[in-house]
C-alpha cells in the first residue's frame, strides 16, 4: 500500500507531469532576443529571465509546473493562448509578453520580477515584494545578470570590425547586483 501511494504521488507530481528537451543554448539566446525586440522588451531583460528561469533552456520543469524555457504556469500559457508550452518560440513570446504586461501593471522592474516569480496577486497581498527567500534571491539573479547582458551588448556594439572579440563578462566595471545579496555602488 505504501509503494502504491509513493508511485501515484511521484507520477502525479508537476514536475514530472511534462518534460521539453533542452534547447541549444545560443539558438535559445537568439530566439530571445528577436522575439523581446519585435515585442518592444529589452532583450537584455529576457535573456536574464530566461538565464534564472530554465539556465538558458537546459531546466524546463519546475517543481511548481511551470514548464518551458520561460517557466509558464498553465494559467499564464492559457491566457497568452500557449497550447504547447514546450514549443521555444510560444512559450518565449508568451513569456516576454507577460513581462511587458506586469511592467505596465506594476510600473517597477522589481515590482515586475517578484510578480512574475511569486505571481502579482502576492505583490498585491504585500503592497511590495514578497518576503519569500526565493524571490528574493531571484529578484538579484535577474538584476545581476540584466546589468551584465546589457553591458556586454553595449560593449559588443562598440566593437569595431577587425578589433578583438569581447569576452562576455571580463573587463566589465562591477554590478551593484550580486546573487543572492545586493551592495551598494561606490
Known amino acids: 500500500m505504501k509503494s502504491t501511494i509513493l508511485f501515484l504521488v511521484s507520477i502525479s507530481s508537476p514536475a514530472t507531469a511534462l518534460a521539453c528537451d533542452p534547447a541549444d543554448l545560443k539558438v535559445v539566446q537568439e530566439m530571445v532576443s528577436t522575439i523581446a525586440t519585435e515585442e518592444d522588451l529589452d532583450p537584455?531583460?529576457?535573456l536574464?529571465?530566461?538565464d534564472v528561469e530554465s539556465a538558458g533552456g537546459r531546466h524546463q520543469v519546475s517543481d511548481a509546473g511551470a514548464i518551458g524555457i520561460m517557466q509558464l504556469m498553465p494559467g499564464t500559457a492559457a491566457d497568452?493562448?500557449?497550447t504547447d508550452r514546450c514549443d521555444p518560440q510560444s512559450n518565449i513570446r508568451a513569456g516576454v509578453r507577460y513581462l511587458k504586461k506586469l511592467y505596465t501593471e506594476f510600473d517597477d522592474p522589481l515590482l515586475m520580477l517578484a510578480a512574475y516569480n511569486a505571481g502579482p496577486e502576492r505583490v498585491?497581498?504585500?503592497?511590495g515584494i514578497p518576503e519569500f527567500n526565493?524571490?528574493?534571491q531571484?529578484?538579484?539573479?535577474v538584476m545581476n545578470r540584466w546589468?551584465?547582458?546589457a553591458k556586454a551588448s553595449t560593449a559588443q556594439e562598440k566593437r569595431r570590425p577587425g578589433s578583438a572579440p569581447v569576452k562576455q563578462l571580463a573587463g566589465l566595471s562591477a554590478s551593484p547586483w550580486r546573487d543572492e545579496h545586493?551592495?551598494?555602488a561606490e
Open 44 to 46: 537584455a531583460l529576457a
Open 48 to 50: 536574464a529571465v530566461v
Open 80 to 82: 497568452y493562448g500557449v
Open 124 to 127: 498585491y497581498q504585500k503592497r
Open 134 to 136: 526565493e524571490t528574493a
Open 138 to 141: 531571484y529578484i538579484v539573479k
Open 147 to 149: 546589468t551584465l547582458n
Open 182 to 184: 545586493v551592495w551598494a
